[in-house]
């Protein structure tokens, strides 16, 4: 039972032009939502991050999007960049279970 | 400051045999996390250890273990290899169970 989905595989963009990263989630319980990006044979970094009170952190050319109702997040990378190809993965953070729980991933690929 | 150390960073073994992994957190952090990631899963949870206890484990069998010592590194075992177990595996790290998490680059395990 997938609890955090990230339902697209891959994703292109053009440099310059708008990222949108997708994810679901079912378990109401998350206390807070993160964001990491993975390059090849490197371990996850930390992107951004949003509490569940919350609908909308920005930080920089990254903002994370909260919908409680629908149970999604996104987050949007303006203006992409090359450099901004990698696996994102979301993850959500429930305190009682003491479990950060991601999803799969998503390949985004910037096309210069 | 460092950040998260693993070793070995590549590792071949065989079928039925068992293998030692080991993670040393960045200074001052309690809590060490491992996590599986294969290809099209994304990051599946084993285990969490804060002040060498271990708070959670997730879903696989106990031929997987682990162990935080009283500097919080920590080392996981997985006893009578299959093939199925070939994987990158991380460790993560935050100053307390819940936080940002940190990745190390994590141990790419072959099984053959």
């Known amino acids: 039972d997938q609890q955090v989905k990230q339902n697209s595989p891959s994703l292109s963009v053009q440099e310059g032009r708008i990222s949108i990263l997708n994810c679901d989630y079912t378990?109401?319980?998350?206390?807070?939502f993160l964001w990491y990006k993975k390059y090849p044979a490197e371990g996850p970094t930390f992107l951004i991050s949003i509490s569940s009170i919350k609908d909308k952190n920005e930080d920089g050319r990254f903002t994370v999007f909260l919908n409680k109702s629908a149970k999604h997040l996104s987050l949007h990378i303006v203006p992409s960049q090359p450099g901004d190809s990698a696996v994102y993965f979301c993850a959500a953070w429930s305190g009682s279970a003491r479990q950060l729980t991601f999803g799969s991933g998503t390949q985004l690929t910037v096309l210069p | 400051k460092a950040g998260v150390t693993q070793t070995p960073r590549y590792l071949i073994k065989t079928r039925g045999q068992q293998v030692t992994l080991s993670c040393s957190p960045i200074?001052?952090?309690?809590?060490v996390s491992w996590y599986q990631q294969t290809p099209g899963q994304g990051l599946q949870f084993l285990f969490e250890y804060f002040s060498e206890t271990q708070r959670n484990k997730g879903n696989f069998p106990g031929r997987f273990s682990g162990r935080q010592f009283s500097n919080s590194r920590s080392e996981m075992n997985v006893s009578t290899l299959e093939l199925g177990d070939s994987a990158l595996y991380l460790c993560a790290s935050s100053l307390i169970a819940g936080g940002e998490a940190f990745f190390g680059q994590g141990t790419r395990l072959t099984v053959v």
């Open positions: 378990n109401s319980m998350f206390d807070y």
């Open positions: 200074s001052g952090h309690r809590s």
